[in-house]
Nanobody, 115 residues
Framework: QVQLVESGGGLVQPGGSLRLSCLAS????????MGWYRQAPGKQRELVAR???????NYADSVKGRFTISRDNAKNMVYLQMNSLKPEDTAVYYC?????????WGQGTQVTVSS
């Protein structure tokens, strides 16, 4: 079955950096789009970044120029490098893929940006 396991969240000061990782299993990772979403308290879950099987990327306007999504198809890993973090980036971050028309989610990892 599809499993997505995130890691790398934590507490960071404004302007700092974090790198999130997601280990995928249970499907042919190299054939699928992967994405990172986030959900802040009281807000809807939103797309942060997405990467195609051949590593074409797209980003939410709010993170362009600060976040970078990447993947390693040999390791079944997808990453989100987050730089110049702002308090408004505070959220639970989820790894995501779609398979057979339905979404799959990891358990989420908390990112808190605060001084």
């Amino acid at each position: 079955q599809v499993q997505l396991v995130e890691s790398g969240g934590g507490l960071v000061q404004p302007g700092g950096s974090l790198r999130l990782s997601c280990l995928a299993s249970g499907f042919t990772f190299s054939s699928y789009y992967m994405g990172w979403y986030r959900q802040a308290p009281g807000k809807q879950r939103e797309l942060v970044a997405r990467i195609s099987p051949s590593s074409f990327t797209n980003y939410a306007d709010s993170v362009k120029g600060r976040f970078t999504i990447s993947r390693d198809n040999a390791k079944n890993m997808v990453y989100l490098q987050m730089n110049s973090l702002k308090p408004e980036d505070t959220a639970v971050y989820y790894c995501n893929t779609f398979r057979g028309g339905r979404p799959y989610w990891g358990q989420g990892t908390q990112v808190t940006v605060s001084s």
